[in-house]
Each structure stands twice: as structure tokens, then as C-alpha cells.
T-cell receptor, first 115, second 111 residues
Framework: GAVVSQHPSWVICKSGTSVKIECRSL??????MFWYRQFPKQSLMLMAT?????????EQGVEKDKFLINHASLTLSTLTVTSAHPEDSSFYIC???????????FGSGTQLSVL | QKEVEQDPGPLSVPEGAIVSLNCTYS??????FMWYRQYSRKGPELLMY????GNKEDGRFTAQVDKSSKYISLFIRDSQPSDSATYLC???????????FGTGTSLTVIP
């Protein structure tokens, strides 16, 4: 199957710093990528939908100035958690849609811990 | 009413059992149906993909879609301890760019 690469898989940072997470579709072009947050033993929570070359669409309650999303190419989207605080600690997952088939592939996830 | 309903379980079965996982949905426009397996602290892995109705088989896994009943199923034959994970159903329509997920069913296969 198609591969979506997400880095880093684990990051620990100090409160107040910014963290960037990368999501790459390795063998297909993804006009649309999605970012999720997941708490332990809970389902995926969609944060935003990102379309290549345009501004991301954020879900209600997600601060767009806190979670900056850039989708500058058909294979790369980034999520930057700005001025991270302990409450931002979570598991973040990206996914990419294989456009012509409608399949959705996920990255391996990033565990963010803010001290 | 949620777009997609999935029994969260947990479901516990002995090794070798046949497992049946199900989701129901309300939107008749859904055409793409997927099942994912997610291990703890990992991203979901696409197991099965079906377009429109019908059955699809891949090794020990069989996916069924019944659009008339708005019901999809995933069957796991000869279940193994390594199948212990959370299983998510997902679906989307031809138009639009949204995917709808079930809440996931937690499965444990006991050796």
C-alpha cells in the first residue's frame, strides 16, 4: 500500500517552544491531507483539513494560530505547534488522501510531550 | 444521530476464533468504505478498502458492504494474538473531502 511518512515519531520540548511535525506522502500525490489529535483510548479527533496551495480549514475549537498548517507541495504538509504548553501534549497523526481512489493513508503518528 | 456508529467493545476472543466487527451508517451517499487496524501509539493501518457494495477478501480478512442496510462488516478468520488492536471503520462519499470514522472497536485475542 501507499506510504505516508511522519516525523518525528516522538518529541519532548519545553513549555513555550514551537514544534514542527512533517507529513510526507512518499509514493503518491496528495492534494488533501488531514491532521488529527488522539488522546489515550479515544478515537481520532480531526483538527484540520489541508489542501495543497491553500489555507487549511480548521475544525471548530481548534486554534489556527496555535496549530499552524502548511501544505506547500503535493507530497508535504507540516503542522507547527506554536508556544507549546503541557496541555498540548498528545498524539498527533496525519493522513493523506490518494485522490483518484479515495483511499486514506495515515502516518505513524507523533507523540508530543511538553514539559 | 452520528454519521457512523461502531460498537466500542471491548471484544475478547480466544485464539483461532472468527471475529466479526461491524459499523452502521446513515448517509446513503457513502461510496468508499475502509477498515483500519491501530496498535497503541501507532497510526491506523489500512486493512481493507471497498468501493460501493460487495465483498472483498484478503488472506484472513473479509470486508462486506451492504448499502441497502447501510451496514459494513469486517471478518477475521483464525484470529491471532497479533490481531489484538483497535479496529476503525471509515467511509466517504464521491464528492466532498470528508472521511467519517467509527469510534473504534478494541479487540483482544487471547492465546
Amino acid at each position: 500500500g501507499a506510504v505516508v511518512s511522519q516525523h518525528p515519531s516522538w518529541v519532548i520540548c519545553k513549555s513555550g517552544t514551537s514544534v514542527k511535525i512533517e507529513c510526507r506522502s512518499l509514493d503518491f500525490q496528495a492534494t488533501t491531507m488531514f491532521w488529527y489529535r488522539q488522546f489515550p483510548k479515544q478515537s481520532l479527533m480531526l483538527m484540520a483539513t489541508s489542501n495543497e496551495g491553500s489555507k487549511a480549514t480548521y475544525e471548530q475549537g481548534v486554534e489556527k494560530d496555535k496549530f499552524l498548517i502548511n501544505h506547500a507541495s503535493l507530497t508535504l504538509s507540516t503542522l507547527t505547534v506554536t508556544s507549546a504548553h503541557p496541555e498540548d501534549s498528545s498524539f498527533y497523526i496525519c493522513s493523506a488522501r490518494q485522490s483518484f481512489l479515495g483511499k486514506l493513508f495515515f502516518g505513524s503518528g507523533t507523540q508530543l510531550s511538553v514539559l | 444521530q452520528k454519521e457512523v456508529e461502531q460498537d466500542p467493545g471491548p471484544l475478547s476472543v480466544p485464539e483461532g476464533a472468527i471475529v466479526s466487527l461491524n459499523c452502521t451508517y446513515s448517509n446513503s451517499a457513502f461510496q468508499y468504505f475502509m477498515w483500519y487496524r491501530q496498535y497503541s501509539r501507532k497510526g491506523p493501518e489500512l486493512l481493507m478498502y471497498t468501493y460501493s457494495s460487495g465483498n472483498k477478501e484478503d488472506g484472513r480478512f473479509t470486508a462486506q458492504v451492504d448499502k441497502s442496510s447501510k451496514y459494513i462488516s469486517l471478518f477475521i478468520r483464525d484470529s491471532q494474538p497479533s490481531d489484538s488492536a483497535t479496529y476503525l471503520c471509515a467511509m466517504s462519499s464521491n464528492t466532498g473531502n470528508q472521511f467519517y470514522f467509527g469510534t473504534g472497536t478494541s479487540l483482544t485475542v487471547i492465546p
